[in-house]
């Protein structure tokens, strides 16, 4: 049985989820592809500290030893990549298609779980939570077999995002164009007032006109207690009350 994990809090490194890519060995880099074409998959690596390294290797461990058969290695070698600042990175997939029928494409959600639009590229260097299925396998490369534990993707959750850098590959040249972008903009141009056709905004504008004006009067008026009715409606005497004051 499966065992399903979240890796909390690591950096995204070269994510494909927004749609399945597979190696091109003749131009040496991952390329968009069909489901259902050879090595077709979606996979993000990721980089973590010692200590969420250290719970996801404990816990792969375990899968490995709840499931292998007498014929699997008896240990799970470490599988994580030690970076030079002693930081660990290792990678999480999803084949595209298995036994020729497509998968589902892994879930991306933003912090607070909103599921994120279609076609959402998340980046490197971006802080995520990344769920997984824990698989156990034995499988034959060549003449010799090998034995681990894989993580098949299954969602992520990203917790920071780093917008996507576009590259330019020109360098600035002095005394060249320089584009003023209110040149032609429509928005930059003053707009002109109009009169409003709300009559309360006019005599709000139309204040200062008065100020010469004297005063007016205030005349109090003495309230009455409305009547004292017994029964009746507390609406009625809501009303009768506001009748006698006008």
């Known amino acids: 049985m499966a065992i399903s994990y979240i890796i909390e809090g690591v950096e995204a490194l070269w994510p494909k989820i927004d749609r399945t890519y597979a190696f091109n060995s003749k131009v040496r880099r991952s390329e968009p592809c069909d489901a259902r ?32 058969d007498d014929d699997w290695d008896q240990k799970l070698a470490n599988p994580f990549v030690k970076d030079d600042n002693g930081t660990y990175t290792h990678k ?3 084949k595209g298609a298995y036994n020729g029928e497509t998968t589902t494409k892994p879930l991306e959600v933003d912090s607070k779980g909103t599921p994120l639009p279609k ?26 077999w090998e034995n681990g534990v894989s993580l098949r993707l299954k969602a992520v959750q990203v917790i920071k995002y780093v917008p996507l850098e576009v590259r330019n590959p020109f360098s600035a040249v ?22 409003s056709n709300n009559v309360l905004a006019d005599v709000v504008e139309d204040d200062d006109a008065d100020d010469d004006m004297d005063e007016p009067v205030k005349k109090t008026v003495k309230k ?4 004292k009715k017994s029964g009746g409606d507390l609406n009625d005497l809501v009303e009768e009350y506001f009748d006698d004051e006008t």
């Open 174 to 195: 002095d005394g060249g164009f320089v584009f003023d972008g209110a040149g032609d903009n429509p928005f930059a141009k003053t707009a002109t007032q109009t009169k």
């Open 37 to 68: 074409d050879q090595n077709a998959a979606y996979s993000v690596a990721f980089r973590m500290d010692g200590p969420t390294a250290q719970s996801l290797f404990r816990v792969m461990k375990k899968a490995y030893a709840d499931n292998r």
């Open 92 to 94: 999480a997939n999803l």
């Open 224 to 227: 009455t207690a409305p009547p």
């Open 119 to 144: 076609g959402f590229q998340l980046t490197t260097g971006s802080t995520i939570n990344v769920a997984v299925q824990l698989i156990p396998y034995r499988m034959k490369l060549g003449k010799e």
